[in-house]
């Protein structure tokens, strides 16, 4: 059975920085497709950032050159790091994995989800 436990969230101020944690369980993590959503309040799930198999990264606009996405294969880890946080940026954040992903920002393409950590940014 595939895990994804999620962590590292909390409140911060404006211009602030967290790093999440996405520890995943139960298959073989380097043959996955990795990403990292959010959903704000009153908000659709929009994704955030992803990684594949050969390491390549790809961002939503909003986030590119704040937010970067890594993963340690030794560890079965995955993390976001985030600096200069925003309001906006205010989300609970999952991380999702699947075999095979298509196009990455479609939420329905990924099989296996976290739980979600929030993220609470303050102005």
């Known amino acids: 059975q595939v895990q994804l436990a999620e962590s590292g969230g909390g409140s911060v101020q404006s211009g602030g920085s967290l790093r999440l944690s996405c520890a995943a369980s139960?298959?073989?993590?380097?043959?996955?497709?990795m990403a990292w959503f959010r959903q704000g309040p009153g908000k659709e799930r929009e994704g955030v950032a992803f990684?594949?198999?050969?390491?390549?990264?790809s961002y939503a606009d909003s986030v590119k050159g704040r937010f970067t996405i890594a993963q340690d294969s030794a560890k079965n880890a995955l993390y976001l790091q985030m600096h200069s946080l925003k309001p906006e940026d205010t989300a609970i954040y999952y991380c999702?994995?699947?075999?095979?992903?298509?196009?990455?920002?479609?939420?329905?393409?990924?099989?296996?989800w976290g739980q979600g950590t929030r993220v609470t940014v303050s102005s």
């Open positions: 139960g298959y073989i993590y380097s043959r996955s497709y």
């Open positions: 999702a994995a699947d075999s095979m992903v298509v196009d990455w920002t479609n939420w329905y393409e990924y099989t296996y």
């Open positions: 990684i594949d198999r050969d390491g390549t990264t």
